[in-house]
């Protein structure tokens, strides 16, 4: 990836993310940490790495995305929106009742895959099986929250996983407990468990361009075994760490909001944007 | 009823092997072997051994991908009761086209006891929006219920027995279809509404009654949900009261669908020949229905009682 490219993916990230508070802001939700960590991992999958085909949905030949953590529906939404699968006034209905779009991911939705909830695993397994049975060579991306791994139906799916291989499934393992200077043994057991199990498993900086390429790099030469990149994505959130910390246990005011769009802008035009 | 025995079980078996030799978009995920060698596997099916959770969430995944899939969860507890929240999320409610075949009494006949032997499954599945819920009463009604699933445009369940019954129907009988009911018997003096292993003692039971006098009608609702409700009505209308019978407990299952039924749209008097609100305890499939009162003679028993309640 290239200086340029690195630039376009962070303004489209910056706009997704306004896209993100704007809907905390008309929909009167909270704890969007979930939705606004995601947004450089979604952002890069789906600009960067996946096949989509936004006018024609229902292609066989696409890649698919599971978002297993459906808290962060909100990013989903933004990404999908700019991406042309809805109209983005779609976005201000977000969760209100005869709204398109619903509190977790549904597939009603276009450009939703699949249902969102903590054990998407084993349906993007499903999914990936499917691809292959059909002859297939698209992948699957799945995102679970590092919190969901204490679930135990996700294990069944990694154990699954490994079993049937279907060489085209990608985990990616966000946590916004680990950053990419936090301490080792956090992370350690957490790779260790998923090679145990058969997986390869790296890490990247879940709001790093240039390091979340690195830890995808590699996949395109892996052989049949399943991958998880476990995407730290505790650090850099000093655009929103007030906003959430103000916001925790009520839903944010016009000011919240007004303050954390001024917030975003500013880092806009420090990275030379023009919006 | 004619004179060979078979078991509801291995009908769905048969059809589901026909099913995947002639449907090509057919996938079956098979539950219960320990086995992941596909050569080992009863059905040539994707191999699921037994995690139940991830079984339902794979099918989903397929499902997506475009396919129909059949999960063959022999034993019910474990499925249903195990994976009821992923059935739920991931194949009730975006409305796929997964059935799910489960025997209510596979592990050992019965001899488990409570944590083996469930007869809660019907009801659980059948408050399940979208969840369709079939309880064929032998084994070529199975296999044609199973049969007719192949084209059927959402989620079901169907509920087998590994306990060898009489056969009721014709091998070849195809006159079965979701939310369809089969009248067994007519008469004018009482309405038996019965599935799975009880229409033979319903059937039974109508013949110790016609020496008593009374006509019934025996109805096999093999089709809990949808429910016929139409053959119902109709039925209790000309008899004026009415006994359903199940291997289940009383609650929710097709003694609350009948019940549901005839208070939204004829009430007639009622009775129940079912689990009376407690867990199973170990036993032969035989000495089960007598010690819990699953029996011919206890049908007779309650159509004596409702009989002479009759709405006229």
């Given at each position: 990836?290239?200086?340029?490219r690195?630039?376009?993916?962070?303004?489209?990230?910056?706009?997704?993310?306004?896209?993100?508070?704007?809907?905390?802001?008309?929909?009167?939700?909270?704890?969007?940490?979930?939705?606004?960590?995601?947004?450089?991992?979604?952002v890069?999958?789906?600009?960067?790495?996946?096949?989509?085909?936004?006018?024609?949905?229902?292609?066989p030949?696409?890649?698919?995305?599971v978002?297993?953590s459906?808290?962060?529906a909100p990013?989903?939404?933004a990404?999908?929106?700019?991406?042309?699968f809805?109209?983005r006034?779609?976005?201000?209905?977000?969760?209100?009742?005869?709204?398109?779009?619903?509190?977790?991911?549904?597939?009603r939705?276009p450009?939703?895959?699949?249902?969102?909830g903590?054990?998407?695993?084993?349906?993007a397994?499903?999914?990936?099986?499917?691809?292959?049975?059909?002859?297939?060579?698209?992948?699957v991306?799945?995102?679970?929250?590092?919190?969901?791994?204490?679930?135990?139906?996700?294990?069944?799916?990694?154990?699954?996983?490994?079993?049937?291989a279907?060489?085209?499934?990608?985990?990616?393992?966000?946590?916004?407990?680990?950053?990419?200077?936090?301490?080792?043994?956090?992370?350690?057991?957490l790779?260790?468990?998923?090679?145990?199990?058969?997986w390869?498993?790296s890490?990247?900086?879940?709001?790093?361009f240039?390091?979340?390429e690195?830890?995808?790099?590699?996949?395109?030469?892996a052989?049949?075994?399943?991958?998880a990149?476990?995407?730290?994505?505790?650090?850099?959130?000093?655009?929103?760490?007030?906003f959430?910390?103000?916001t925790?246990?009520?839903p944010?005011?016009?000011?919240d909001?007004?303050?954390?769009?001024f917030?975003?802008?500013k880092?806009?035009?420090k990275?030379?944007g023009?919006? | 009823m004619?004179?060979?025995t078979?078991?509801?079980?291995?009908?769905?078996?048969?059809?589901?092997?026909?099913?995947?030799s002639?449907?090509?978009?057919?996938v079956?995920?098979?539950?219960?072997?320990?086995?992941?060698?596909?050569?080992?596997?009863e059905?040539?099916?994707i191999?699921?051994?037994s995690?139940?959770?991830?079984?339902?969430?794979l099918?989903s995944?397929l499902?997506?991908?475009?396919?129909?899939?059949?999960?063959?969860a022999p034993?019910?507890p474990?499925?249903?009761?195990?994976?009821?929240?992923?059935?739920?999320?991931s194949?009730a409610?975006?409305n796929l086209?997964?059935?799910?075949l489960?025997s209510?009494?596979?592990?050992?006949?019965?001899?488990d006891?409570?944590?083996?032997?469930?007869?809660?499954?019907?009801?659980l599945m059948?408050?399940?929006?979208?969840?369709?819920?079939?309880v064929?009463?032998?084994?070529?009604?199975a296999?044609a219920?199973?049969?007719t699933?192949?084209?059927?445009?959402?989620?079901?369940?169907?509920?087998l027995?590994?306990?060898?019954?009489?056969?009721?129907?014709?091998?070849?009988?195809?006159?079965?279809?979701?939310?369809?009911?089969?009248?067994?018997?007519?008469?004018?003096?009482?309405?038996?509404?019965?599935?799975g292993?009880?229409?033979?003692?319903a059937?039974?039971?109508a013949?110790?009654?016609?020496?008593?006098?009374?006509?019934?009608?025996?109805i096999?609702?093999?089709s809990?949900?949808?429910?016929p409700?139409r053959?119902?009505?109709?039925?209790?209308?000309?008899?004026?009261?009415?006994?359903?019978?199940?291997?289940?407990?009383n609650?929710?299952?097709l003694?609350?669908a009948v019940?549901?039924?005839l208070?939204r749209?004829?009430?007639?008097?009622?009775?129940?020949v079912?689990i009376?609100g407690?867990?199973a305890?170990?036993?032969?499939?035989?000495?089960?229905?007598?010690?819990?009162?699953?029996?011919?003679?206890?049908?007779?028993?309650?159509?004596?009682q409702v009989?002479?309640?009759r709405r006229?």
């Amino acid at each position: 990836m290239n200086d340029e490219r690195r630039d376009e993916l962070e303004k489209i990230a910056l706009d997704v993310r306004k896209d993100v508070v704007r809907m905390a802001g008309v929909s009167k939700s909270y704890g969007l940490s979930s939705a606004l960590s995601l947004v450089e991992l979604l952002v890069y999958l789906y600009w960067e790495r996946m096949k989509i085909f936004p006018g024609e949905r229902n292609n066989p030949r696409r890649d698919r995305l599971v978002l297993s953590s459906g808290f962060a529906a909100p990013a989903l939404y933004a990404c999908l929106s700019k991406l042309g699968f809805f109209d983005r006034e779609e976005l201000w209905s977000y969760r209100r009742l005869g709204g398109m779009l619903q509190g977790h991911p549904d597939v009603r939705t276009p450009g939703v895959d699949a249902p969102g909830g903590t054990s998407g695993l084993g349906i993007a397994l499903g999914l990936a099986l499917a691809l292959r049975m059909a002859g297939y060579d698209e992948k699957v991306y799945c995102i679970v929250a590092a919190e969901d791994l204490q679930n135990g139906a996700l294990w069944e799916s990694i154990d699954a996983a490994a079993v049937h291989a279907p060489g085209n499934l990608v985990m990616i393992a966000e946590s916004r407990t680990l950053s990419e200077g936090g301490p080792a043994e956090t992370k350690t057991p957490l790779i260790k468990r998923l090679g145990s199990f058969g997986w390869s498993a790296s890490t990247a900086d879940g709001h790093n361009f240039a390091s979340i390429e690195r830890a995808f790099q590699p996949l395109e030469a892996a052989g049949r075994e399943p991958a998880a990149i476990i995407a730290m994505t505790g650090g850099r959130r000093e655009y929103y760490d007030a906003f959430e910390s103000r916001t925790q246990d009520k839903p944010p005011s016009m000011d919240d909001i007004e303050e954390t769009l001024f917030r975003l802008d500013k880092e806009a035009n420090k990275r030379g944007g023009q919006r | 009823m004619n004179n060979s025995t078979g078991r509801s079980y291995d009908g769905a078996l048969d059809a589901l092997r026909l099913i995947k030799s002639s449907k090509d978009d057919a996938v079956i995920l098979e539950l219960g072997r320990v086995s992941r060698d596909p050569d080992e596997s009863e059905l040539g099916g994707i191999q699921a051994g037994s995690s139940e959770q991830n079984a339902a969430l794979l099918a989903s995944g397929l499902a997506f991908g475009g396919n129909r899939v059949f999960i063959w969860a022999p034993g019910s507890p474990s499925f249903v009761g195990c994976s009821y929240e992923q059935i739920r999320a991931s194949v009730a409610i975006p409305n796929l086209k997964v059935v799910i075949l489960s025997s209510h009494d596979w592990t050992t006949l019965d001899h488990d006891g409570a944590v083996g032997l469930m007869w809660e499954d019907i009801a659980l599945m059948r408050v399940m929006p979208n969840m369709a819920v079939l309880v064929p009463s032998d084994r070529n009604s199975a296999y044609a219920l199973t049969r007719t699933l192949a084209d059927h445009d959402g989620p079901a369940y169907v509920r087998l027995s590994a306990a060898v019954t009489h056969e009721i129907y014709e091998y070849g009988d195809s006159d079965f279809a979701v939310g369809g009911a089969r009248l067994l018997t007519e008469g004018d003096g009482v309405t038996i509404v019965s599935c799975g292993v009880m229409v033979k003692e319903a059937l039974e039971s109508a013949k110790i009654l016609r020496q008593q006098g009374i006509e019934a009608e025996v109805i096999d609702c093999y089709s809990i949900k949808p429910f016929p409700e139409r053959m119902l009505v109709a039925s209790v209308r000309r008899t004026g009261c009415c006994v359903v019978a199940e291997k289940h407990i009383n609650a929710a299952g097709l003694y609350g669908a009948v019940t549901e039924c005839l208070a939204r749209n004829y009430t007639v008097p009622v009775r129940s020949v079912a689990i009376a609100g407690n867990f199973a305890q170990s036993g032969a499939p035989e000495e089960i229905q007598e010690y819990y009162g699953l029996t011919h003679r206890e049908i007779v028993h309650n159509v004596v009682q409702v009989w002479a309640m009759r709405r006229r």
